[in-house]
Structure formats: structure tokens, C-alpha cells
């Protein structure tokens, strides 16, 4: 590897409840959102981004495309309705994912009540599988117990946060996710610096030799 090898693009995957309960919320939902892009857009890096709704329904909003590429979310793409299928929606996104390095974001208002492609112990072990590669995940939850329900995915307490379903809540869930994905993006950066210059030690080395 030399000292022109690029630097990885990082994935940002957000995979966003939209059921019925998240109504009330809606706007909500949508500045925060805005607003979370426009903020990783400030970030050093590349990155693309892939946005997943979900309620009994499955739905690719984006699928993988730059940043600065993403459009505003409006009402007429998210709005809330149908059941709670967050298995289905975990379980697609990950298996039909052509990331490398991804950083997962899940979001739900609820309790799952209407997957049939997926259940606990596969979302638990394809979750696990992309850890091992580097995948990281955050799983967001309110009207539940998100630390437990993470738990059930293998997911360590601190990949879970807690959030309150109203408007403050979805601020501070999205603040949430901004924070996991800057962090994360940021470790890559550092993982990539540090074996170029590793490389570049090596390559010294053997000149030298």
C-alpha cells in the first residue's frame, strides 16, 4: 500500500421507522434528518449515504449516493403509517448492502409487531457477521426499552440509546446518530492514516535495505 492508496468512503446507512405512531412527529423527523446530513456534510471525508423507511412496507430512498447528492426530505417521502416490520427492514438492508465500511443507524418509536422474512436470531447474526468486518451499528429506541432490545441483537449497551417519542426526543436521537457516524468516520480516517504510514515505514525500510 502506498501513499496514494484513497482514502475509504464511508456508508452511512439510515434505516427510519415511519409506522403510524411516528404521525405527530413527522416534521420532526424530517428537519432533524435534514439537518443530521447538512451537519455530516461539514465532516472531513467521503461518504455516501442510504436511507431506509420502514413501517409493514420496506422503502430505499437512497441507495448509496455522495452526500452533498442528498436531497432534502419532504412529507411527500416521509409519512407515517402501517405497522412496525423492523426486522424486515434490518434484515433487507444488510444483506443487500454493497458497503465496506458502514455505519448503521436505526431508529424506531416501538415494539416490532409485523416482520415475517426475519426474526430475533438472524438479525442478531447478521449483525454480528458485519461487526466482524467492520461494520458498526446504533440502534435508537423510544416506547421501549432500547438498551434490552438491542441486547436481543447483540447489540453492547453502549450501541443503544434511549429517546423520548416527542419533538426534543427526535432532536436528541438525531444528535445521537450525527455523533455515532462522526466518530466512526473519524476511527476510519485514523485506521487508514495509521497503515499508510505504516506502508510508508516499510517502503523507507526497504529502500534503504
Not at 415475517?116 to 447478521?126: F, S, T, V
Amino acid at each position: 500500500m502506498g501513499k496514494n492508496k484513497k482514502a475509504p468512503v464511508i456508508d452511512i446507512i439510515c434505516i427510519l421507522d415511519r409506522s403510524g405512531s411516528m404521525r405527530p412527529l413527522q416534521v420532526e423527523v424530517i428537519n432533524s434528518f435534514n439537518k443530521f446530513v447538512k451537519d455530516q456534510l461539514k465532516e472531513k471525508g467521503k461518504a455516501k449515504l442510504t436511507l431506509v423507511l420502514f413501517d409493514d412496507k420496506y422503502e430505499i430512498i437512497h441507495d448509496r449516493i455522495k452526500l452533498k447528492d442528498v436531497p432534502d426530505l419532504t412529507e411527500e417521502v416521509y409519512f407515517a403509517r402501517g405497522m412496525t416490520s423492523l426486522m424486515d427492514a434490518v434484515g433487507k438492508t444488510i444483506t443487500t448492502s454493497k458497503a465496506k465500511d458502514a455505519m448503521v443507524l436505526i431508529q424506531t418509536d416501538g415494539y416490532e409487531n409485523s416482520s415475517h422474512e426475519y426474526n430475533q436470531a438472524a438479525i442478531k447474526k447478521l449483525i454480528k457477521e458485519k461487526e466482524d468486518q467492520g461494520w458498526d451499528f446504533m440502534f435508537l429506541g423510544a416506547n421501549i426499552n432500547a438498551a434490552d432490545t438491542g441486547a436481543g441483537y447483540g447489540l453492547h449497551f453502549s450501541k443503544t440509546t434511549q429517546f423520548v417519542s416527542n419533538k426534543a426526543g427526535i432532536k436528541m436521537s438525531f444528535a445521537s446518530m450525527g455523533m455515532s457516524s462522526t466518530n466512526y468516520r473519524s476511527m476510519k480516517a485514523k485506521e487508514f492514516e495509521d497503515a499508510n504510514d505504516a506502508s510508508s515505514a516499510i517502503n523507507t525500510t526497504d529502500k534503504k535495505g
